[in-house]
């Protein structure tokens, strides 16, 4: 059974960078559809980025267009998303996901 774990959350100061990490285990993302979440203290969960891995098309929620950036690696069989230009607003647990399938998410706070 597919299995995700999320990692690279962390504290960082406005205008710095993350890299979140996806790791898969019990299945390969070759044939899925990936996507990035995350959900605001008091605000209701928000899809900001996909990946599908079979033509690697990809969407970004307006917010993080330009300063996100969802990527993979197939050998590794970890989705990533780099974030940079890291704003107040982006502080959230960020979750990972495929179809019913969610890591139990990664913090990241924003503050200086």
């Known amino acids: 059974q597919l299995q995700l774990k999320e990692s690279g959350g962390g504290l960082v100061q406005p205008g710095g960078s993350l890299r979140l990490s996806c790791a898969a285990s019990?299945?390969?993302?070759?044939?899925?559809?990936m996507g990035w979440f995350r959900r605001a203290p008091g605000k209701a969960r928000e899809g900001i980025s996909c990946l599908n891995m079979a033509d690697d098309r990809t969407w970004y929620e307006d917010s993080v267009k330009g300063r996100f950036t969802i990527s993979r690696d197939d050998a590794k069989n970890v989705l990533y998303l780099q974030m940079n230009d890291l704003a107040p607003e982006d502080t959230a647990t960020y979750y990972c996901n495929t179809g019913n399938h969610w890591g139990q998410g990664t913090q990241v706070t924003v503050s200086s």
């Open positions: 019990g299945s390969t993302l070759e044939s899925y559809t």
